[in-house]
């Protein structure tokens, strides 16, 4: 891949980390606002339990993207941004345009969701 389509993986790489890192920060602060213990209505508590659970939820999600895209980054610098993990062969560039933190090309992606 050549030096130009690598600095423009890393400008979308390191924006997409900026918006998972403050959606995630803003999700945990959400759910920590929100005190099942201080509020003395059943109904209200009802409520705030599993929005609690659905914002934590999200800010593991968040987590683990943000590890991949820190991860892609890491290649990048390394080097070895764009080839499969398993294979080692280039992943096909519109596959890395969807999604630029990926780590499968299409058909060693098959084969691991395939073994699970």
Same mark, same amino acid.
């Given at each position: 891949? $050549?030096?130009? +389509?690598?600095?423009?993986?890393? *400008?979308?790489? /390191?924006? *997409?980390?900026?918006?998972?890192? /403050? +959606?995630?920060?803003? !999700?945990? /602060?959400?759910?920590?606002?929100?005190?099942?213990?201080? +509020?003395? $209505?059943?109904? =209200?508590? !009802?409520? @705030?339990?599993?929005?609690? =659970?659905?914002?934590?939820?999200?800010? !593991?999600?968040?987590?683990?993207?943000? &590890?991949? @895209?820190? +991860?892609?980054?890491?290649?990048?610098? $390394?080097?070895?941004?764009? &080839?499969?993990?398993?294979?080692?062969?280039?992943?096909? @560039?519109? %596959?890395?345009? !969807? @999604? #630029?933190?990926?780590?499968?090309?299409? #058909?060693?992606?098959?084969?691991?969701?395939? %073994?699970?």
């Amino acid at each position: 891949m $050549d030096r130009r +389509s690598l600095e423009q993986f890393k *400008k979308i790489l /390191q924006t *997409k980390l900026q918006q998972f890192q /403050q +959606s995630g920060g803003q !999700a945990l /602060q959400e759910g920590r606002g929100l005190q099942t213990s201080e +509020s003395k $209505d059943e109904g =209200d508590r !009802a409520v @705030i339990s599993p929005t609690k =659970d659905m914002l934590f939820r999200q800010n !593991a999600q968040n987590t683990v993207m943000l &590890h991949a @895209i820190g +991860s892609a980054l890491a290649r990048i610098e $390394d080097g070895s941004f764009g &080839h499969c993990f398993n294979c080692e062969q280039e992943i096909n @560039i519109n %596959r890395l345009k !969807a @999604i #630029p933190w990926v780590r499968f090309c299409v #058909p060693c992606q098959e084969l691991t969701q395939e %073994r699970r």
